[in-house]
């Protein structure tokens, strides 16, 4: 008798969980204290700076806000972003 068990699987979870992960694994170089904290994500950091995720994703396809790519994954450094708003106006 074979069973058979069918998997279903969401590649893009498994790729945000292996970034994650490789991201945690990779140590920090130097001190980042001066950067501030890490945000994740454009919805994180549109909460961060109070506006939409649409208008947070233009404005880092526009390179107006300073990010990092692990994988998939984004992330942000508050005070670079602050920098970079104040820079804007």
């Not at 279903?8 to 979870?13: A, E, Q």
């Not at 990779?26 to 994180?44: A, E, F, L, N």
């Not at 947070?56 to 998939?72: D, S, T």
């Amino acid at each position: 008798m074979t069973q058979v068990l069918n998997l279903s699987i969401d590649y893009d979870l498994l790729a945000d969980k292996v970034a994650e992960r490789i991201a945690g694994s990779i140590p920090d170089k130097g001190d980042t204290s001066d950067k501030g904290h890490k945000v994740y994500g454009i919805r994180g950091i549109a909460a961060y700076i109070g506006c939409s995720p649409a208008k947070a994703q233009n404005m880092k396809n526009a390179g107006i806000l300073p990010f990092y790519e692990v994988g998939r994954r984004v992330f942000f450094y508050t005070a670079e972003v602050d920098a970079a708003l104040r820079r804007a106006e």
